[in-house]
Structure formats: structure tokens, C-alpha cells
């Protein structure tokens, strides 16, 4: 009786309860997912509108315009005008245009440039646009590789459009070009397959139609290289290294490293013919320090390991510099008891450079500090410029002919920093710690050192040996990114856009489209980036990438950094095509 008691309560009152519940979900979810995802970003929403404002009232005040916001005015001044009259007012005529790494103009800069190149095409002339679709690793600044894949021919049909495929590489050995063929030609379509299958359940045809546009942006990609050489071969070396975390990683780079550096300078190639390519500053600072660290404990070795990187050549980086500044904040705050620290630091070691593990309260002993402050009041209603030249000037800065560049770099900086209207050394001082910190110094080549740089700054670059350490570049931000999305529904009307952050909920939003296009293009931008990478090496390449087990390599299961995009090209499918090419070795594939 009981039994049945239960049974006609679960039919009659929880089922149809369940149903409703069921049916409330399906209807309303994603409206509740939207307003999640909206909600969450409201407050910096509102935090942005005020900084715009903040921004626009400094602007005024200044008479000044943000170089950023020329490309929109232009945009609105000339609207849909074919021919605009603020080209006219110029008062300049210019018939010839090449415009250089095209891949990456943005649809606003194509926009203000396209009447131009449609006026000169109108009178017979011939421009020239060049870029490679392949290797578009700007979109964070906007650009869009469709307009040279697809846009220019579609805008100037008019006019017609020549396209020229250049079909041979003037870089790279034979071994190095032949395996990025292969490479690339099966990363296009694993991808291509890879976007279908992870987005089936998409409404739209979007994964279809990016798919397309990915096959034909890498379409006429297969190169043949023109450099014979009769005293080496090309050769390319991927090391799957047995690791299960970052920290893993790193011990097994910071042994793999040196030996392999080592190998290459026992076969004749100087230190400054190998390049090693990082995705991020961070890597690279670890790389460099590995290399010194590697030198100062074998003082006795033959092998060079001296490093120009980005990170050494920071302004920040100098002795002088770090004094510099000091000894301008303690002008500002006589009371900083961190400046006057790092002041009396490089003060101790400047002339004693085989004396920096000196010890801290050391430095505080021999020197009046006193003397110092008050000579440094006096420096208060100075300039910012001329502050930095008495500074210079009282600890005789130009005899310590290893810093000069610096020093120069700095004085340019200050220069600079006054010109725009912000003599205050208060001013300056506030800005080297927000930006100026990250200021670098440009150098000539050194045939001693290594080069360590970002694969955005190899970009035109090239080198005999390219060793890229850490090949497992996340495809997508492991906190999300930031998107601008909109929608017809009410109440996602109110507003033409609103900044959401990718994630699994907002993937069930209405804004899940928008969300699938970043993932797709954020996957995209991974293939060029790993595109200009296996490109920059002339000789020989070599990889260090995480290990996956054989099980999850060929299955349905998502690809989240570049090592994953270079397991699946390497060793899914029957055949593995490296093995059947000369010159490449994949080592601890087993």
C-alpha cells in the first residue's frame, strides 16, 4: 500500500514538477547564462565608461589626440566618401603605394586606406600590397588577415587584383622547408577537422565557415627552397621530454638546454648564430638565467653562453640606471628608505663590478648619506632632464663606459618625457614605475652572445639555428578572455555592446557564437604563431615539447596548447610522415 501511495505522489505531483522544472530550464536558461556572463563584467563595464571620461576631460585639457583615436576620426571624416576631401586638403599627390606586412591591417586602417589605392587604380597605376595570412599574429592589435585573404580581391574586383603566390623560400634549407610542408599541410587539416568536431553542437555553420576560410588562407603554402649549400644539411629535431607539469619542464629545458648548445658550438656555430624563441618575456628571462646560471658554475668551460635578450637589455636592468632613478625619488621623497637603499647599493659596487654579491648592510657603511640628501634637495625645482644630468654629473656616471648606452637611452627617455609637457621629475619618477621599467635598449648583433627573443619580435628575422625550449603555448587564457558581444534580445538591447569573459557558462549564453569564434580564431592565431617560429631557422630547428601518453593522442579530445596541436600532426593517422623525410628526428616518441 505504501509502495503504491509512493508511486501515485512521484506520477501525479513530483513528475509534472520535474517536467515544469525541465521545461523552465530549457526555456530560460540561456537567458539566465547571458545575464550571469553580463553581470559578472558589469562593474568594470561602468568602471571603463568613467575612465573614458577621465581620459576625454585630459585630452581637452591638453589639446592633444591619442595616436589610437586617428585611425576612427579619419574613419568618421571620410564615411563612405570614394573620395574623401580631407585626402584633397592634404595637398600632397601620391601615386604609388606598397603597403608591407599587410596580414596584419585592421579593418579600420584598410578602410581609411582603400580610397586611395581605388583612386590610383582608377588612373591606371599599379600598387603593390605583400603580406603572409600565415603569419597574422597581431589580432590583439586589431588585425585581420581575411582582408588580404579574401577582403582586397572582394573590394578592388572592380579594378581586378593579381594575386602572386611566392612559391620559393630563400631562407631555409631544403630539410627545414620540406618538413614545414608536411607539417603545416596536416596542421591545416587536423584543425580544420578539429573545429568541426568540437563544434558540432553550434547552431550556426560557423566552425564550417571558418574551416574554409583556414583552408584557404594556408592554401599554395607548400614552398621550395632555393639555398644548396656543399657543407651541411638542413635538419629539424623534436624532443618530447617526459614531464607531467611546468615545473617538470623546466628542470628537463634547464638540462637539455646547455648540452644541446654545446653540441652546436662543438660543430663550428658561434654563439651568435643560434637563436632561442620564446612565446613570452617571462620564458625568456628563465632561458637566460638558465644559460648564466650554467656558466658561472663551469668557469673552466670552452662553450660561451652570453645572452641578449629583451630582458637584459632592459633600461631597468643597468646599475646606473637603478641609480638614477633612486636618487630622483629620494629628490621627490627625501624619506624613501627603499630608494635610499638601492642608491647606496650601486653606489658601493659601481666601481667594484667583481663585488656584487656584496652584502646589504655593507653598503650603508663608507658613504655620507647625508652630504648626499642635501646636495639632492637642491636638485627639487630642476626639470626632469636637467635633474638627471646634475645626477649624472656629481657621481661622474659617463666614465663607466659599459653603461653609456644606457645612459643615453635614459637621458632620451627624460628628454621625451619633457617634450610632452611633463617637466615635473614627480611625473617622470611615477612613470618609469609604471612603464618605464619595461623600456628597452636597441643593440647591434653580437657573434658572442646567444639571442633570446619573442616569436613577435623574430617576425623578418632569421637565423642558422632557432631552438624554441618551452613548445607548449596555451591556446586560450586559462582565466578567460575578454570579448565586446551584443544581442537582438531584450534586455542584452540596452546597451551596442557589453565586455563578457569566455567560459564553459558563457558558452551556454546567447552569446556562444561569439565565445566559439574566439576559441576558433585564438586556435588559428596558435598555427601562425607556431608558422613563424618553424620559419626563422635557415639551417636547423630544434623543439623541446612535453610528452603526451599514446592514448590520447588521435581521440576526441581537446586540443589546449600548442604540444597538443604537435602531437596530433606528428602521430595521428597510420603513417608518421617525419619518418619520411631527410634530415628530421623526433626523439622520445616511444
Known sequence: KQKAELQALVENHLQPLLHEILVFYRENSTQYFSAVAVNSQLRMLGILTDLKEEIKTLLHEKGVLQLADANLLL?????ESESPFIYEKVGNFFNYFMLDEFQDTSALQWKNFKP?????????????????????????????????????????????????????????????????????????????????RVNKDLS????????????????????????????????VRVDLLPVTGRSNTDEEVAQELPLLIEQL??????????AILVRSNS????????????????????????????????????????????????????????????????????????????????CFTGIDFGEIAEWLTSLR???????????????TLFQLRGELAFLAELHEQATSFS????????????????????????????????????????????????????????????????????HSEPPFNLIPKYPIKTSKLAEKSHFADAVAEEKLRALVDTLNMVYVAFTRPERELYVFAPARGEEKIGGNGSVNDASQLLDEVLFSGADNFWKKISGVTVSGEE
Not at 574613419?75 to 564615411?79: F, K
Not at 587584383?161 to 627545414?176: A, Q, T, Y
Not at 626639470?383 to 654629473?393: T, Y
Open 283 to 362: 620564458d625568456g628571462q628563465k632561458v637566460a638565467n638558465t644559460l648564466l646560471a650554467h656558466k658561472r658554475a663551469n668557469p673552466g668551460s670552452p662553450y660561451l653562453f652570453d645572452v641578449v635578450s629583451q630582458e637584459g637589455l632592459r633600461l631597468s636592468a643597468s646599475p646606473v640606471v637603478r641609480l638614477c632613478l633612486a636618487a630622483l625619488s629620494l629628490v621627490v621623497n627625501p624619506a624613501d628608505g627603499v630608494a635610499k637603499g638601492v642608491l647606496l647599493r650601486e653606489l658601493s659596487t659601481m666601481d667594484k663590478p667583481n663585488e656584487d654579491a656584496r652584502e646589504w648592510h655593507d
Open 116 to 196: 586611395l589605392i581605388a583612386n590610383a587604380l582608377a588612373q591606371g597605376i599599379h600598387n603593390l600590397l605583400v603580406g603572409d595570412v600565415k603569419q597574422s599574429i597581431y589580432r590583439w592589435r586589431s588585425g585581420d588577415w581575411r582582408i588580404l585573404s579574401e577582403g582586397v580581391e572582394r573590394d578592388l574586383a572592380t579594378f581586378g587584383v593579381d594575386v602572386r603566390n611566392m612559391d620559393r623560400n630563400f631562407r631555409s634549407l631544403p630539410e627545414v622547408v620540406n618538413f614545414n610542408n608536411h607539417f603545416f599541410s596536416r596542421a591545416v587539416d587536423f584543425a580544420t577537422d578539429y573545429l568541426l
Open 265 to 274: 658550438q662543438q660543430r663550428g656555430y658561434a654563439p651568435g648564430d643560434i
Open 419 to 486: 617634450r610632452k609637457g611633463h617637466p615635473d621629475i614627480a611625473q617622470f619618477v611615477q612613470w618609469w614605475k609604471e612603464k618605464g621599467v619595461d623600456v628597452g635598449l636597441s643593440v647591434p648583433e653580437k657573434k658572442t652572445a646567444i639571442t633570446i627573443l619573442t616569436i613577435h619580435r623574430s617576425k623578418g628575422l632569421q637565423f642558422p639555428v632557432v631552438i624554441i625550449p618551452y613548445f607548449s603555448w596555451p591556446i586560450m587564457h586559462s582565466s578567460g578572455t575578454f570579448l565586446w558581444v551584443s
Open 75 to 79: 574613419s568618421r571624416i571620410i564615411g
Open 381 to 395: 625645482t630642476l626639470p626632469v632632464q636637467e635633474a638627471l644630468e646634475e645626477v649624472i654629473n656629481h657621481f
Open 204 to 235: 550556426s555553420n560557423l566552425a564550417e565557415h571558418f574551416g574554409q576560410e583556414l583552408q584557404q588562407a594556408y592554401a599554395g603554402l607548400e614552398q621550395e627552397s632555393t639555398v644548396l649549400t656543399k657543407d651541411c644539411n638542413g635538419y
